[in-house]
């Protein structure tokens, strides 16, 4: 004869051998477990790619602005301005709210061999005659190992805030990418900064 408590200890029994066998809801299980991953998975290389190709227009827009005053003789606040104007365009399609610029000349002092700040203009300007740290493979030398007097570089900096569209998979604030390029003027010895608007031009200064 069963006894109650053996009834209720079958009853239970055939209820988990039931649970245990009931395949029901296990794709929507794993539909839920793995659609966050994949979610994350996705918009991470999309906001990754599109980090990827603003950082390589960063790079672009350095280069440029470094290319267009080099092919002058002298410039104006004005031409600085048109300058990083055709150079924002090359961030298209992103916007290039977040971009700062600078420009900036640099006489390579033949005695220290420091580069040194001619003129200085943009978001973030150094300050005349302070010194900037230039990679050395871009100071001219003699057979003796002596800086080669008269040396002058443009150098343009570029930063760029980047805020990727879902900020959980990146930096919410966003990524700052940088970057920076030389050029030696092409016209003359050095660019002159502003341009005179009369009486005789100013030779190249060496501080």
């Known amino acids: 004869m069963v006894t109650p408590m053996q009834k209720v200890a079958l009853r239970t029994g055939r209820l988990f051998s039931g649970l245990l066998h009931d395949c029901r809801g296990i794709a929507a299980t794993e539909f839920a477990v793995i659609v966050p ?6 918009f991470g290389t999309i906001e990754f790619s599109s980090g990827v190709a603003v950082d ?6 350095a280069r440029l602005l470094t290319d267009l005053t080099s092919q002058s003789t002298s410039v104006s606040n ?4 048109n300058f990083t104007i055709t150079a924002q365009a090359e961030l298209w399609p ?3 709210t977040p971009l700062n610029t600078t420009i900036t000349e640099l006489w390579i002092d033949p005695t220290t ?7 200085s203009q943009g978001s973030a300007p150094h300050a005349t005659s302070s010194v900037v740290v230039i990679p050395p493979t871009l100071i001219a030398k003699d057979s003796t190992g002596k800086t080669i007097a008269g040396q002058y570089l443009i150098l343009s900096e570029v930063n760029y805030l980047y805020v990727p569209t879902v900020g959980y998979v990146m930096a919410k604030a966003g990524i700052t990418l940088k970057d920076s390029a030389y050029t030696r003027p092409r016209q003359t010895s050095c660019i002159i900064y502003p341009t005179p608007t009369s009486g005789v031009w100013p030779n190249c200064p060496t501080l």
């Open 56 to 61: 390589r227009k960063v790079t672009l827009v």
């Open 37 to 42: 991953v994949m979610l994350l998975m996705f």
């Open 78 to 81: 004005a031409d600085l301005a």
């Open 113 to 119: 061999s420091n580069a040194r700040v001619q003129w």
């Open 94 to 96: 992103y916007g290039s």
